[in-house]
């Protein structure tokens, strides 16, 4: 595959486990931000070949996160397969914005929706760091804009 070729909405699926869930089988708040960020940085791997932890190791470098916005929707139940799709939205010379949306298996059904402002940082220096030419090139070959400019809460709207 080309990086022309490369797919801008990625998604692979989860199974909600017993010790991520609250007293009522449903997944605990918290975890939806923890099976999102681990979906997209295995989704990363096998679609693109890109390792944040090799970047971080070999280069000092990786995104702290600046905002999150999530919206629950729906209960993720314990056992339940979760398909989670993920896109980046936007870029900027020192930043990122992806969103998440994790649905039910066969993506009838959303669960929740979260945008995902990070910021990328210097680990060495501690200090917010402008994205090489290599990477404004690869994030210009993924980046999928929603068509319109809409807010979180409209975007919510729009899915439902």
């Known amino acids: 595959m080309t990086i022309a070729t490369l797919p801008k909405e990625l998604e ?3 199974l909600i486990r017993f010790p991520d869930c609250d007293p009522f089988n449903h997944l605990n708040n918290s975890r939806y931000i923890d099976y999102i960020i681990n979906a997209r ?3 990363l791997m096998s679609y693109y070949d890109f390792d944040v932890y090799k970047l971080a190791k070999e280069q000092g470098l990786s995104w702290v996160v600046a905002q999150t916005q999530i919206a629950y929707l729906a209960p993720a139940e314990l056992m339940e397969i979760v398909t ?7 870029f900027t010379e020192k930043g990122l914005m ?19 402002r990070l910021a990328h940082y210097n680990l060495q220096t501690r200090t917010g760091h402008k994205h090489s030419d290599e990477l404004t090139q690869f994030f210009s070959k993924i980046v999928a804009p929603l068509s319109t400019t809409v807010t979180f809460e409209e975007r919510i709207k729009s899915l439902r």
């Open 12 to 14: 692979s699926q989860s």
């Open 41 to 43: 940085e295995d989704q």
């Open 84 to 90: 989670i799709q993920t896109r980046l939205m936007g």
């Open 98 to 116: 992806v969103e998440a949306i994790m649905w039910n298996e066969n993506k009838t059904h959303i669960k929740a929706l979260m945008w995902t």
